[in-house]
């Protein structure tokens, strides 16, 4: 079973950026993919990034060009920066930990875009 904890979150102005986290508990090496999730009251949850095991990337088309998806082995731990930060990306951001059973998600880190 692997634990994420998701941090970084917050309060920004328009134009502002973020950097959140997903600390594992356990290796990241050999998972499928990690991805970024984000959701708004009322809505689905989406695909923001998403980083594969070979180190493909793929953005959710609202983010590509602002947001960049990383990870890092030694520290079990995903990033997304969040750069050029709009009112439209507040939401509760998720991590997900994909492997070839069962899926892992955070419990999600509020960020809030002022205009």
């Known amino acids: 079973q692997v634990q994420l904890v998701e941090s970084g979150g917050g309060l920004v102005q328009a134009g502002g950026s973020l950097r959140l986290s997903c600390a594992a508990s356990s290796s990241i090496s050999s998972l499928y993919y990690m991805g970024w999730y984000r959701q708004t009251p009322g809505k689905q949850r989406d695909l923001v990034a998403r980083i594969f095991g070979g180190g493909g990337t793929n953005y959710a088309d609202s983010v590509k060009g602002r947001f960049t998806i990383s990870r890092d082995y030694a520290k079990n731990t995903m990033y997304l920066q969040m750069n050029s930060l709009k009112p439209e990306d507040t939401a509760v951001y998720y991590c997900?930990?994909?492997?070839?059973?069962?899926?892992?998600w955070g419990q999600g880190t509020q960020v809030t875009v002022s205009s």
């Open positions: 997900r930990a994909a492997t070839f059973g069962p899926d892992y």
